[in-house]
């Protein structure tokens, strides 16, 4: 039984930093983008600024298309004329727009 506890702890231990690095691609992937636009919506919600937004999302996006996906929501969701969303709703919407815009992208058969 020990064997297997330690084992479960082990695996999950070496495979923390992979996740984070997956979790870190924003590039074209609808959940992603979801999941960003919610947590930026919670940044907002706890009275962040624009400017401490941008630099948060600094720290931890580091490719040149995960930054511009970022600062395009972070800028969306900022904007002046935008609803104030909760973290659910900004995750569902953006996620939403994104495969709607992917469909709208797809090659006809």
Not at 6 to 18: D, H, I, K, N
């Amino acid at each position: 039984m020990k064997r297997v506890v330690v084992s479960a702890v082990l695996v999950a231990c070496l495979t923390q930093p992979a996740v984070k690095a997956i979790a870190q691609t924003v590039s074209d992937q609808c959940f992603a983008i979801g999941d960003i636009a919610g947590q930026v919506a919670s940044w907002r919600a706890h009275k962040k600024t624009k400017e401490q937004a941008l630099a948060q999302a600094a720290k931890y996006y580091k490719g040149e298309s995960d930054r511009q996906a970022v600062a395009i929501i972070i800028d969306k969701i900022y904007s002046p004329d935008a609803p104030h969303m909760t973290p659910d709703q900004a995750s569902m919407a953006f996620t939403s727009d994104c495969a709607n815009q992917h469909k709208s992208q797809a090659p006809s058969n």
